[in-house]
């Protein structure tokens, strides 16, 4: 028989051919616990079969397919193993240590109790020990060494063995478990953080429907303690997130932002996933009390400046009239760059009798809130709304990393700021800064300004009793601003 033509028999007596196909052990159950599976193929001319055979075939090899990726052991199995087989070894060294004198110390912290428990529930294993404690009793120091040594052995052995047979091990995969019981510390391990759960995660907060950066964001930083657990071969607690922030590259408000981060995916992790919440029961969370230090001097002198009335206008007159329109919204609004360009024409209503435009995409909670319209801009936030051709309030294509509206512009906006002169300390940002500062000067109230620019207080009588300032107190405290801009 030609070798193309394999799962392809006959038998006895007969010329019809058959296709034949021997199931794995773990695809049994797809197949109602057979062994193999036959099937005629109801011709006797082989050209036929072998067109017969692929049509018959192809369900039962995708069934066995389906069985082998439901049976992959799960992610991680091999760390376990690894640290199962440490903890054997350091027993062992335990043990042979006490056997010439040393005292004795406490590992039922750092022991695998399923390991023991596997060996005592096993009347026949146990039996055979008690028998084997026999052969080394009365043999002095060297006998209770060979005894410890035997001892890791065998529940080195049971742990090859429970491993087999729990998981159901293909071939390659009990060759590598084998490698990493017999070298435990060569095993460089994953990260407990998977590839999975940062997935789940992110469409955790998609749901919450948080701002598309803050969720990219948060994803990042949990990507970048992944990957630092997995190099650094790091079990996942307080020592193993304090070497990740201190990292030279790090600055004080960028680990902020990275415990925050921390935060938020343990706090997700623990209430919404079973399998972590059991691994995790009782540790203390790793990402809290850390003590970071102060933003140095050379950071707060790199603070974002605002731009003084005069410079909007000279900015505003160097600019396109495209990029004139957003400086424009900005410099009577205080809002941030991407929550301008998140604007739909839906979000432009009346509240109060009073036009308002309603953010509701930013990166903050403080950051949802709904602002009066300048007289300023009121004419212009009306024609935009009127010559919108897709429901966006201005006019962009996402681009970046980050596919973020306001890429484009703010690419654009940084050759124009630092064409009229201005640095590093200035950026699109700063024109917020300068409708915070203004307002001051003004005499406006913190809670009012904070209600405009969508800031939080941190005043727990504001943040608990208070729904900020009134559509009218606003529009009043924005009717004083004048940028001066035609």
Same mark, same amino acid.
């Not at 935060?263 to 399998?275: D, G, P, R, S």
């Not at 950071?299 to 990029?323: C, D, H, W």
């Not at 319209?373 to 201005?394: A, F, Y």
């Given at each position: 028989?030609?070798?193309?033509?394999?799962?392809?028999?006959?038998?006895?007596?007969?010329?019809?051919?058959?296709?034949? =196909?021997?199931?794995?052990?773990y695809?049994?159950?797809?197949?109602?616990g057979?062994?193999v599976?036959?099937?005629?193929?109801?011709?006797?001319?082989?050209?036929?079969?072998?067109?017969?055979?692929?049509?018959? =075939?192809?369900?039962?090899?995708?069934?066995?397919? %389906?069985?082998?990726?439901?049976?992959?052991?799960?992610?991680?199995?091999?760390?376990?193993? %690894?640290?199962?087989?440490?903890?054997?070894?350091?027993?062992?060294?335990?043990?042979?240590?006490?056997?010439?004198?040393?005292?004795r110390?406490?590992?039922?912290?750092?022991?695998?109790?399923?390991?023991?428990?596997?060996?005592?529930?096993?009347?026949?294993?146990?039996?055979a020990?008690?028998?084997w404690?026999?052969?080394?009793?009365?043999?002095?120091?060297?006998?209770?060494?060979?005894? %410890?040594?035997?001892?890791?052995?065998?529940?080195?052995?049971?742990?090859?063995?429970?491993?087999?047979?729990?998981?159901?091990?293909?071939?390659?995969?009990?060759?590598?478990?084998?490698?990493?019981?017999?070298?435990?510390?060569?095993?460089?391990?994953?990260?407990?953080?998977t590839?999975?759960l940062?997935?789940?995660?992110?469409?955790h907060?998609?749901?919450?429907?948080?701002?598309?950066?803050?969720?990219?964001?948060?994803?990042?930083?949990?990507?970048?303690?992944?990957?630092?657990?997995?190099?650094?071969?790091?079990?996942?607690?307080?020592?193993?997130?304090?070497?990740?922030?201190?990292?030279?590259?790090?600055?004080?408000?960028?680990r902020r932002t990275?415990?925050?981060?921390?935060?938020?995916?343990?706090?997700?992790?623990?209430?919404?996933?079973?399998?972590?919440?059991?691994k995790?029961?009782?540790q203390?969370n790793?990402?809290?009390?850390?003590?970071?230090p102060?933003?140095?001097?050379?950071?707060?002198?790199?603070?974002?400046?605002?731009?003084?009335?005069?410079?909007?206008?000279?900015?505003?007159?160097?600019?396109?009239p495209?990029?004139?329109?957003?400086i424009?919204?900005?410099?009577?609004?205080?809002?941030?760059?991407e929550?301008?360009?998140?604007?739909?024409?839906?979000?432009?209503?009346?509240?109060?009798?009073?036009?308002a435009?309603?953010?509701?995409?930013?990166?903050t909670?403080?950051?949802?809130?709904?602002?009066?319209?300048?007289?300023?801009?009121?004419?212009?936030?009306?024609?935009?709304?009127?010559?919108?051709?897709?429901?966006?309030?201005?006019?962009?294509?996402?681009?970046?990393?980050?596919?973020?509206?306001?890429h484009?512009?703010?690419?654009?906006?940084?050759?124009?700021?630092?064409?009229?002169?201005?640095? %590093?300390?200035?950026?699109?940002?700063?024109?917020?800064r300068?409708?915070?500062?203004?307002?001051l000067? =003004?005499?406006?109230?913190?809670?009012?300004?904070?209600?405009?620019?969508?800031?939080?207080?941190?005043?727990?009588?504001?943040?608990?009793?208070?729904?900020?300032a009134?559509?009218?107190?606003?529009?009043?405290?924005?009717? =004083?601003?004048?940028?001066?801009?035609?």
């Amino acid at each position: 028989m030609a070798s193309f033509d394999h799962h392809l028999v006959r038998k006895a007596g007969e010329n019809v051919w058959y296709v034949r =196909l021997t199931i794995p052990p773990y695809a049994r159950k797809a197949f109602d616990g057979k062994k193999v599976m036959i099937r005629s193929t109801k011709t006797t001319d082989i050209v036929t079969a072998r067109i017969v055979r692929e049509q018959i =075939l192809g369900p039962w090899l995708a069934k066995v397919e %389906a069985a082998r990726r439901g049976r992959q052991p799960p992610e991680g199995w091999l760390d376990d193993v %690894a640290a199962t087989a440490q903890q054997v070894r350091n027993y062992t060294q335990q043990q042979r240590r006490e056997a010439i004198g040393e005292p004795r110390k406490d590992m039922s912290a750092h022991f695998n109790q399923e390991l023991f428990d596997s060996m005592t529930n096993n009347p026949e294993l146990m039996g055979a020990v008690r028998e084997w404690v026999k052969q080394y009793a009365g043999k002095g120091v060297m006998g209770k060494l060979d005894q %410890a040594d035997s001892l890791g052995n065998i529940m080195l052995a049971l742990l090859e063995q429970r491993t087999i047979g729990n998981l159901n091990l293909s071939t390659g995969e009990t060759t590598q478990l084998q490698e990493v019981i017999a070298t435990p510390e060569k095993h460089t391990g994953t990260s407990p953080i998977t590839k999975k759960l940062i997935k789940e995660f992110r469409t955790h907060n998609e749901k919450l429907e948080r701002p598309l950066s803050a969720t990219n964001n948060l994803e990042q930083k949990i990507e970048d303690l992944s990957d630092f657990l997995k190099k650094q071969a790091l079990p996942l607690n307080f020592d193993s997130v304090s070497k990740w922030l201190d990292r030279p590259d790090l600055k004080p408000a960028t680990r902020r932002t990275y415990i925050w981060a921390g935060l938020q995916f343990w706090k997700w992790a623990t209430k919404y996933n079973e399998a972590w919440r059991n691994k995790y029961k009782g540790q203390i969370n790793p990402f809290k009390d850390h003590d970071l230090p102060r933003p140095s001097k050379g950071e707060k002198q790199n603070e974002r400046e605002p731009f003084t009335i005069k410079e909007v206008g000279q900015l505003y007159s160097a600019a396109s009239p495209e990029m004139a329109i957003v400086i424009k919204l900005a410099a009577y609004t205080g809002c941030r760059v991407e929550e301008l360009f998140k604007l739909r024409t839906e979000n432009i209503i009346t509240v109060d009798g009073i036009a308002a435009m309603a953010i509701t995409n930013s990166k903050t909670e403080a950051g949802i809130r709904t602002i009066p319209i300048h007289s300023h801009i009121l004419e212009l936030v009306e024609t935009l709304k009127e010559q919108s051709k897709d429901g966006w309030l201005i006019p962009a294509s996402a681009g970046g990393a980050l596919k973020r509206r306001s890429h484009g512009f703010v690419n654009r906006f940084s050759k124009l700021k630092t064409n009229e002169g201005f640095g %590093a300390k200035h950026t699109f940002h700063s024109l917020r800064r300068t409708v915070v500062t203004e307002l001051l000067h =003004l005499d406006v109230r913190g809670i009012t300004i904070a209600s405009i620019v969508g800031h939080d207080t941190g005043v727990v009588t504001y943040k608990v009793y208070s729904k900020g300032a009134s559509m009218k107190q606003m529009r009043d405290a924005l009717e =004083l601003l004048d940028l001066k801009l035609a």
